[in-house]
């Protein structure tokens, strides 16, 4: 049965937000401000927050950069997922997957519709790893960072959620590059 095991300490992440958006600033971005609060309220740290146009280079730099950051954890996106000529999210930041996660798009989508019905159509919710970081890319809305966040987000982030969690893997993450495991590995439990 999934669920949290007491046995386990919790292990606070180092998250970045990311605002794409040509118009929002950190005075009115409700939505990087949706999942600030609830990541602090988890236990985990703001490791940076930005806001980037919609824009594919603009974006791919930003991620890029905290990618390569070893005080970055975790990407969560919130904006550009839509199909308008200005969405250009997923198109800057899937051809950087290493590994794509499909599965974030489809449970996203279930717990989507349950809200919104027939419009979670209208986005393109994608995740992924780049660099031995995981990337979230959400919708623009706060409802949608609230639903991820809630739905899904808070338990994989989490190394007490049991059966498994993306936390206990993070070590190994980058294993496939020959370069060794993350600086995560010193701060996670033995037995991760």
Same mark, same amino acid.
């Given at each position: 049965?999934?669920?949290?095991?007491?046995?386990?300490?919790?292990?606070?992440?180092?998250?970045?937000?990311?605002?794409?958006?040509?118009?929002?600033?950190?005075?009115?971005?409700?939505?990087?401000?949706?999942?600030?609060?609830?990541?602090?309220?988890?236990?985990?740290?703001?490791?940076?927050?930005?806001?980037?146009?919609?824009?594919?280079?603009?974006?791919?730099?930003?991620?890029?950069?905290?990618?390569?950051?070893?005080?970055?954890?975790?990407?969560?996106?919130?904006?550009?997922?839509?199909?308008?000529?200005?969405?250009?999210?997923?198109?800057?930041?899937?051809?950087?997957?290493?590994?794509?996660?499909?599965?974030?798009?489809?449970?996203? $989508?279930?717990?989507?519709?349950?809200?919104?019905?027939?419009?979670?159509?209208?986005?393109?919710?994608?995740?992924?790893?780049?660099?031995?970081?995981?990337?979230?890319?959400?919708?623009?809305?706060?409802?949608?960072?609230?639903?991820?966040?809630?739905?899904?987000?808070?338990?994989?982030?989490?190394?007490?959620?049991?059966?498994?969690?993306?936390?206990?893997?993070?070590?190994?993450?980058?294993? $496939?590059?020959?370069?060794?495991?993350?600086?995560?590995?010193?701060?996670?439990?033995?037995?991760?």
């Amino acid at each position: 049965m999934a669920g949290l095991d007491a046995a386990r300490d919790f292990v606070p992440l180092s998250i970045a937000v990311l605002t794409v958006s040509d118009t929002r600033t950190l005075a009115d971005d409700r939505s990087g401000d949706t999942l600030v609060g609830r990541l602090e309220a988890a236990g985990h740290r703001l490791a940076a927050r930005a806001i980037v146009p919609d824009e594919v280079e603009a974006i791919r730099g930003q991620v890029r950069a905290w990618g390569e950051d070893p005080g970055v954890d975790v990407v969560i996106t919130t904006g550009g997922t839509g199909f308008t000529g200005r969405d250009v999210t997923p198109e800057a930041l899937e051809p950087l997957f290493e590994k794509r996660m499909d599965g974030f798009s489809a449970v996203f $989508h279930r717990i989507s519709y349950d809200k919104i019905g027939t419009s979670t159509l209208q986005s393109r919710a994608t995740a992924g790893v780049v660099n031995a970081t995981y990337v979230f890319v959400l919708p623009g809305s706060p409802g949608a960072c609230r639903d991820a966040w809630d739905g899904i987000l808070a338990a994989q982030l989490d190394y007490r959620h049991r059966p498994c969690n993306f936390v206990e893997i993070m070590p190994r993450l980058d294993e $496939h590059l020959k370069r060794g495991a993350t600086s995560f590995a010193a701060a996670t439990p033995s037995g991760a």
